[in-house]
């Protein structure tokens, strides 16, 4: 599974209007890219529990790394009634 984020900065300049008291100004304009090659699609039960979404994600190949980012933003949604310590 691989996931590629991309982003890329294109600043815009904004002038006033002529013969007004404003400013040029640079606006940031930032474009964000995601690429997603290989990986699985699962559908799992409602009603896992921890280690048992451990587990799925383990025989999917996550890696760890993805497996905190997947249960910490699971946990911040509300969707995971869990403790999380990572160490």
Same mark, same amino acid.
């Given at each position: 599974? &691989?996931?590629?984020? *991309? ?18 100004? %640079?606006?940031?304009?930032?474009? %964000?890219?995601? *690429? ?14 921890v280690g048992e979404l451990a &587990? *799925?994600?383990?025989?999917?190949g996550v890696s760890p790394n993805?497996? %905190? ?11 995971l009634q869990a403790e999380l310590?990572?160490?």
């Open positions: 599974e &691989n996931i590629v984020i *991309a982003t890329r900065e294109d600043p815009l300049v904004s002038q006033p209007a002529p013969f007004s008291d404003g400013t040029t100004e %640079i606006v940031p304009r930032t474009s %964000i890219d995601i *690429a997603e090659s290989g990986g699985q699609y699962q559908v799992w039960p409602q009603g896992m529990t &587990n *799925a994600l383990n025989l999917l993805t497996m %905190i980012t997947i249960m910490s933003s699971l946990r911040n949604q509300g969707a310590i990572i160490e």
